[in-house]
């Protein structure tokens, strides 16, 4: 089993900046694909971006050009660089581990999660 767990949230203006990591332990980092998910208040969870082993990557069409995913498989970490934040991004930011290849954006294909870690961005 593995474990996930996030760090690297908090309160930033708008056009600001974070990078949030993700840790895994528990079992070696598989050769599935990592990704991120947030969910606002009232909102359903959605996907943010996603790394393949091999570090292909995949975004949602907001976060385009503003946030990059990377990994280091040696390090078993995830990282999610977050720029130009804007108010709409405020959100409980989750990393998840999933067995596939590829990137999916559906989270029922997610087998692990970490508890999440808050990003408010102020106006």
């Known amino acids: 089993q593995v474990n996930l767990v996030e760090s690297g949230g908090g309160l930033v203006q708008a056009g600001g900046t974070l990078r949030l990591s993700c840790a895994a332990s528990?079992?070696?980092?598989?050769?599935?694909?990592m990704a991120w998910f947030r969910q606002a208040p009232g909102k359903e969870r959605e996907f943010v971006a996603g790394i393949t082993w091999n570090s292909g990557t995949d975004y949602t069409d907001s976060v385009k050009g503003r946030f990059t995913i990377s990994r280091d498989n040696a390090k078993n970490t995830v990282d999610l660089q977050m720029n130009f934040l804007k108010p709409e991004d405020t959100a409980l930011y989750y990393c998840?581990?999933?067995?596939?290849?590829?990137?999916?954006?559906?989270?029922?294909?997610?087998?692990?999660w970490g508890q999440g870690t808050q990003v408010t961005v102020s106006a």
């Open positions: 998840a581990a999933t067995r596939s290849f590829i990137v999916i954006w559906n989270s029922a294909n997610y087998y692990a």
């Open positions: 528990g079992r070696p980092f598989s050769s599935g694909a």
